[in-house]
């Protein structure tokens, strides 16, 4: 088993910055591939980031592509996701999500086997 614990969701201003943080416990995180998805109020929920276990690949969704950053360090078995140039429809609450090796479909959840329970960000206008 792998547990999952997101931190440092908040409340920011159109324009602001926030870093989340997902850290793993319980198996061997650096074969893990670390996954970010998001679901807002009544929406799906839906693929933000991935980071292959080697952090040499990383993949983001188009809404967020050059404005968030997924990274990892193995030795504190932690992933981040630096969100720059926030906008309200990015308010939505995040989640962590991990898969041993590569999951082939990384953008659906069905490609993860664990999760976190979900940090809270909300971006006001």
């Known amino acids: 088993q792998v547990q999952l614990v997101e931190s440092g969701g908040g409340l920011v201003q159109a324009g602001g910055s926030l870093r989340l943080s997902c850290a793993a416990s319980?198996?061997?995180?650096?074969?893990?591939?670390m996954g970010w998805f998001r679901q807002a109020p009544g929406k799906e929920r839906e693929f933000v980031a991935t980071i292959k276990w080697n952090s040499g690949n990383t993949y983001y969704a188009d809404s967020v592509k050059g404005r968030f950053t997924i990274s990892r360090d193995n030795a504190k078995n932690t992933v981040y996701l630096q969100m720059n140039s926030l906008r309200p429809e990015d308010t939505a609450v995040y989640y962590c999500?991990?898969?041993?090796?590569?999951?082939?479909?990384?953008?659906?959840?069905?490609?993860?086997?664990?999760w976190g329970q979900g940090t809270q960000v909300t971006v006001s206008s």
């Open positions: 999500a991990a898969r041993n090796g590569w999951p082939g479909a990384y953008a659906k959840e069905w490609g993860y086997d664990y």
């Open positions: 319980g198996r061997t995180f650096s074969t893990y591939t």
